[in-house]
């Protein structure tokens, strides 16, 4: 079993504390193509004098470079939630009482205490028992503040007992656990003290300037650095030397690097001459002329987003997906319309959206630099749209100024994430209480009329509107196909790659979902989604053929090799890494093994995670470097005991290998770390199989089963394994209860006929 990148995604962006986080940039080049560095002049005489680069490599210079010539943008960030994403602690940033105050869950006291400018947290640490530790960094501002306790090997982590900054007229100035529904043992991940409150990973990317992770895999040790605490002038517009440098010049307006990009490495050009007008017919916004690059977009994405980054991010000019990995509308991140379920930081919302494709940019709506909407209320969205039309009780049918008569109430409807944060979903779409009634998912209507249903939100909507047209995004009954294991999955998957109007994110996620349901008819509409001009929708494409005959992967995925998107090529890379040099040129194996280098970089980048390290173990894996692999999946499961996908890996290593008693023992030392893991007793029930102890095999699965009823694989095979072993009635019986939970899965519904 290969762990999937989403994975990477999913655990890259667990911890955010209502401020910030990153997402996705590209390496080398600007988002139209063209290089960042400044070109040479030249004379205008008929010989050309070679002369050298007017700048050299960019450095990061600090925000007291800016001040002078940038007043009031310096200003306007001051107190911003940028400035204060990171502070150093004195009384002025601190914002809970740590005048001996305590908080108790689960039986376990936390108590909070200061001496003078040295401010104290005394809970339970690491070890199992009450510790006192010194609060190294103020972390957030608004609506909660978090801070950072130091452990060994540079560690930083987030105390899951945050201070609640809000009014207390709202709730606020209070202690509060980010996670009050569970009890968390200090040895699991999400305990404060473990991995996924390690702000050197998850958090300090998007909280800081200029960072350098600088984690060493050889020691298990952080140094990380910055050259800003906060997100600060280059963290948006990246290192400023040479556009210093260019302020400097005497002549600068004689220079080509004047039109071309003043010294800077992003130019936030996007809406430089460009204005919304309103359509006669429709009273539609219409921009007056298309946006032709997202530098502005990207640049914001790096931290709004929820993605996983594979390369270090240095701010010199490249796109987005140079550095990072994108998440598609994945189950528990996006519910089945694109609406969002989990913390997705906006980027992938606004993707979704008729704005977006429409050529909307940040900046239309927020000061990038204050980050405060541009305009309060519906005032924001009236910059472009009709005031007159849109305005009105005719077109929200409800009373102005109430509930309802704000356009966020429809069109962007909140989620409360971190106990105390509302987010506002940004794909801008229209309540569709319909989908509510077809699908599950939540719709604008029924947040407020919570005391109605979906059909009633239906009728009201079928009667202010007549006809009513489906909206921009018209994806979620092919990802609902898809996620339900549906007959006609493939069939829906395949035509919704087939429609260039829909949001690139989810053909992307469209794409990676066709992986199981692969045939002649959907594999060539998935090779062309691999020349998608969206390099999102390649990515997602490339994943999909993970487990294909080597022929056809090195057919497919070979010409993504030499993509110019470095994550694009390098996750090509990761599916082609056991292709050998026998089968093809010595050429192409050469380009081979240098992408499966930069994929190596990748996951080492990220080598604090055990994730990547079973990727690490996966690809040497794939290149029958078994000591090495199996180094990399013991280490995974030593930084994180819980991390399934290590025990399942390794133990496939040792079926491959012909050693399987050895896999058993992993697979239940895994059980007895992880009693409550499906997957590990699926594992091992197959693994009994082939060992021919079909009655512990039977156990195994029936436990699988009972612990996840709801997969439809585990039920699947424990059916076929009951009817193989001759016990029909229970076979019956466990059909039956599966098919209640997945009654359009295919697989399940084919075993009907096989029952006696």
């Not at 943008?73 to 107190?79: C, F, I, L, P, Y």
């Not at 200061?114 to 010194?134: D, I």
């Not at 020691?219 to 030397?241: F, I, K, M, N, Q």
């Not at 499966?596 to 990547?612: C, F, I, M």
Request: hydrophobic share 35%.
């Amino acid at each position: 079993m290969k762990i999937n990148h989403k994975l990477i995604v999913s655990l890259a962006c667990i911890l955010i504390p209502g401020i910030l986080y990153s997402v996705f940039m590209m390496l080398g080049e600007g988002r139209d193509g063209s290089k960042a560095v400044p070109l040479p002049l030249q004379t205008p005489s008929e010989t050309v004098t070679h002369v050298k680069p007017v700048f050299s490599e960019p450095e990061y210079v600090g925000k007291s470079a800016c001040v002078d010539c940038h007043q009031k943008e310096v200003e306007a960030w001051t107190g911003s939630h940028h400035d204060l994403a990171m502070q150093e602690v004195n009384q002025a940033t601190v914002l809970g009482d740590f005048d001996q105050s305590e908080f108790e869950k689960d039986g376990e006291v936390t108590r909070f205490s200061k001496q003078g400018e040295v401010y104290y947290v005394t809970t339970v640490g690491p070890g199992g028992t009450a510790e006192k530790y010194r609060v190294a960094y103020v972390y957030g501002v608004f609506p909660l503040q978090q801070y950072l306790l130091e452990l060994p090997g540079g560690r930083l982590q987030a105390l899951s007992v945050s201070w609640d900054s809000r009014p207390q007229q709202e709730g606020g100035q209070r202690w509060f656990h980010l996670y009050p529904d569970q009890k968390i043992h200090h040895t699991e991940a999400l305990h404060w003290s473990g991995m996924q409150q390690n702000w050197n990973f998850t958090c300090a990317e998007c909280h800081s300037t200029n960072l350098d992770k600088n984690y060493d895999a050889q020691s298990d040790r952080y140094d990380t650095r910055w050259s800003e605490l906060d997100v600060s002038c280059e963290a948006c517009h990246g290192p400023a030397s040479n556009h210093v440098e260019w302020a400097q010049q005497q002549d600068n307006s004689a220079t080509e690097l004047t039109s071309l990009n003043k010294g800077l490495t992003h130019v936030f050009n996007e809406r430089q001459g460009v204005h919304w007008k309103s359509n006669a017919q429709t009273y539609n916004p219409q921009r007056s002329e298309p946006r032709r690059t997202e530098t502005e977009i990207q640049t914001c994405a790096a931290c709004h987003s929820r993605r996983a980054q594979l390369f270090e991010d240095d701010r010199k000019g490249q796109a987005l997906m140079q550095s990072y990995l994108p998440s598609n509308l994945e189950p528990g991140l996006y519910h089945v319309d694109g609406q969002i379920d989990d913390e997705v930081y906006v980027y992938g919302s606004f993707l979704q959206s008729k704005m977006y494709a429409e050529g909307v940019t940040c900046s239309d709506c927020h000061n990038p630099h204050s980050l405060e909407l541009k305009v309060s209320g519906n005032r924001v969205c009236l910059q472009c749209h009709n005031a007159e039309k849109f305005e009105s009780v005719s077109h929200h049918f409800h009373q102005q100024d109430e509930p309802g008569s704000q356009c966020v109430d429809c069109h962007m409807p909140s989620k409360l994430f971190m106990q105390v944060d509302a987010r506002r979903d940004h794909s801008f779409r229209i309540p569709r209480p319909d989908l509510s009634e077809q699908l599950g998912t939540p719709n604008a209507c029924n947040q407020c009329h919570s005391d109605k249903s979906a059909s009633w939100a239906t009728d009201r909507i079928n009667a202010w509107f007549p006809g009513p047209k489906p909206g921009h995004q018209q994806f979620a009954h092919a990802l609902q196909a898809a996620r339900l294991g549906a007959g006609d999955a493939e069939q829906q998957l395949v035509a919704l790659l087939q429609r260039p109007d829909q949001p690139a994110i989810a053909r992307a996620t469209a794409a990676q979902s066709l992986g199981p349901y692969l045939s002649s008819q959907s594999l060539p509409e998935l090779a062309n989604a691999l020349s998608d001009p969206d390099p999102l929708v390649r990515a997602g494409a490339v994943q999909a053929f993970d487990g294909l005959p080597a022929e056809l992967r090195w057919q497919s995925l070979s010409p993504l090799l030499t993509d110019d998107i470095r994550v694009v090529r390098t996750l090509a890379a990761s599916q082609l890494a056991d292709i050998s040099a026998q089968h093809i040129s010595a050429d192409q194996f050469s380009l081979l093994q240098s992408v499966v280098q930069e994929y190596e970089q990748a996951q080492k980048h990220n080598a604090d995670t055990p994730a990547s390290r079973v990727n690490l173990g996966n690809l040497y894996g794939s290149q029958s470097k078994w000591a090495a692999a199996q180094g990399e999946y013991q280490a995974a499961i030593k930084l994180d005991p819980g991390w399934i996908p290590a025990y399942i890996n390794l133990a496939d290593m040792h079926r491959i290998r012909g050693t399987d008693d050895e896999g058993k023992k992993i697979l239940s030392d895994g059980i007895e770390r992880n009693p409550d893991s499906a997957a590990l007793y699926y594992s091992l029930g197959l693994l009994q199989i082939r060992l021919q102890d079909k009655d512990k095999a039977l156990k195994s699965l029936a436990e699988a089963v009972q612990l996840s009823p709801e997969n439809e694989r585990y039920s699947y095979v424990y059916i076929v394994a009951l009817m193989e072993m001759g016990q029909s009635a229970q076979a019956r019986l466990v059909l039956q209860q599966s098919l209640k939970l997945n009654p359009n899965a295919a697989n399940l519904r084919s075993l009907k006929n096989q029952l006696p």
